[in-house]
C-alpha cells in the first residue's frame, strides 16, 4: 500500500486536457464562468461543468456566486506555484510545440502567474531585489530584507498591509520559460496591482501574456535598482520636479 497521498489521483484529474486547459487558463488570475472555460477548452457546457465539479471537490478550485453566474478561480496561490512548475516539467520534457509564434515570445517577456508578475520582466525584477537586499533568503526561504520599506513605500505599496498579510510576505516561484526564480507571495501579487493600477502594463485578451508599455518598462526597471528611487521618478525629465 502507498503511503501518504494518492499522487495517482491527482494525476488522472490534471491528465484529461480540457482540465488541464482550463487550469492554465486560470493562471491568468481572473475569475471566468463555466461557459467562457468551456469554450476556451473546446468543449461543450455540461462536459465542462462536470469538469469543473471535480477540480472544485479536489481542492483546484473556488467558485464565488454572483447573481445568476458561478464564476471560478484557482482556490490559491500553492495550486497556481503547482501548476507553473508543471509548466516547466512539460517544457523540459519537450511537450511544448516544435515551431514557437510571436504569442510565445510575448509570454516568455511577461505574463500573469496567478496574482503575480512571470517572465523575463519578472526574473529580472526578483534577481535586483535581491541585490538590493529588498528581499534576503533564510535557509530555504525568503524575508523581506533591511532595504525593503525604504524601497517599497516611495512606490505606493501599503507596508503594513504587506507585514501583517495572512500570507508569506515574498516566496520564490520557478518560472517556467526562463527557468529562474521569479516573486510571488504578497510583494508579487503587491507589484503586479501596482503595475496594472499605474498603466505599466495591458492585458492581451485570451492570453495570460501582458504588455509593458515603454514609460512601464522603465518604471519596472527601476524597482530594486541600485540607486533607491520612486519608479514614477525615473520617467520624468532631468530638472523637472513635482
Not at 478561480?73 to 515551431?99: C, K, N, T
Amino acid at each position: 500500500m502507498t503511503e501518504g497521498p494518492n499522487l495517482a489521483k491527482l494525476a488522472a484529474l490534471l491528465a484529461e486536457p480540457a482540465r488541464a486547459q482550463m487550469l492554465t487558463i486560470l493562471m491568468a488570475g481572473q475569475a471566468l464562468t463555466a461557459t467562457e472555460l468551456a469554450d476556451a477548452a473546446g468543449v461543450g457546457r455540461p462536459t465542462a461543468s462536470s469538469h469543473l465539479a471535480r477540480l472544485e471537490a479536489a481542492g483546484f478550485l473556488r467558485c464565488a456566486k454572483q447573481g445568476r453566474h458561478r464564476y471560478f478561480r484557482l482556490a490559491d496561490e500553492g495550486v497556481a506555484d503547482m501548476i507553473e512548475q508543471m509548466l516547466g516539467i512539460a517544457s523540459r520534457a519537450g511537450a511544448m510545440p516544435l515551431l514557437t509564434g510571436p504569442r510565445d515570445a510575448v509570454l516568455r517577456e511577461a505574463r500573469v502567474c496567478y496574482d503575480h508578475l512571470a517572465g523575463e520582466h519578472a526574473v529580472a525584477l526578483f534577481e535586483r531585489l535581491l541585490q538590493s537586499q529588498a528581499i534576503v533568503p533564510v535557509g530555504s526561504a525568503l524575508t523581506l530584507g533591511p532595504q525593503a520599506q525604504a524601497m517599497l513605500e516611495p512606490l505606493g505599496i501599503d507596508w503594513p498591509a504587506l507585514l501583517h498579510a495572512r500570507r508569506a510576505p515574498c516566496r520564490a516561484c520557478l518560472d517556467w520559460s526562463v527557468r529562474r526564480d521569479h516573486l510571488s507571495g504578497a510583494l508579487g501579487a503587491a507589484l503586479l496591482e501596482l503595475a496594472f493600477t499605474k498603466n505599466w502594463i495591458r492585458r492581451i485578451q485570451g492570453s495570460r501574456a501582458v504588455v509593458f508599455t515603454p514609460q512601464g518598462t522603465k518604471a519596472w526597471a527601476a524597482i530594486g535598482a541600485s540607486r533607491i528611487v520612486d519608479a514614477d521618478s525615473a520617467l520624468k525629465p532631468a530638472g523637472v520636479s513635482g
